[in-house]
């Protein structure tokens, strides 16, 4: 076995930014947001993403992909019901099913592409801003 059904209150943490990332979810229910860390102004600050992830979607890549380290903190943004699978035994699983494994990287590769597609639309966002802030430029 795998996986099993977790459940999250809101603002309870699935995992934090830079820990050893053990476990892959599934939303089944309600909303998780991706957060990190960034220095703004010399000073450490909390930035959650503009978006959050909800039903169906995938949230602990970093548990499938080397060096298997989340990137990003993820919590609950409301109460959220979730598919818990062990990460270590999936990639056993994936590595002695080539043919499987390749079709699920495949997916994962998606869900990567298109999260570095949304931060990076956010981060052109916040330059924007920035350059027209007449008190910041």
């Known amino acids: 076995m795998l996986s099993n059904e977790v459940t999250k209150a809101e603002g309870e943490w699935l995992f934090h930014e830079n820990e050893e990332a053990t476990k892959l979810y599934l939303v089944l229910e309600g909303a998780v947001a991706l957060t990190l860390f960034v220095y703004l102004n010399g000073e450490q600050q909390h930035l959650a993403t503009s978006h959050s992830l909800g039903k169906n979607e995938i949230v602990g890549w970093?548990?499938?992909?080397?060096?298997?380290?989340y990137k990003v903190g993820a919590r609950a943004v409301k109460g959220s019901r979730l598919l818990e699978i062990d990460a270590v035994p999936l990639r056993q699983l994936l590595d002695d099913n080539p043919e499987y494994g390749y079709h699920f990287l495949r997916q994962i590769a998606e869900v990567?592409?298109?999260?570095?597609?949304?931060?990076?639309?956010?981060?052109?966002?916040?330059?924007?801003?920035k350059e027209n802030d007449p008190i910041a430029g």
């Open 112 to 129: 990567v592409s298109e999260r570095f597609m949304l931060v990076n639309i956010q981060i052109l966002s916040l330059m924007a801003d």
């Open 62 to 69: 970093s548990s499938i992909i080397p060096p298997h380290q």
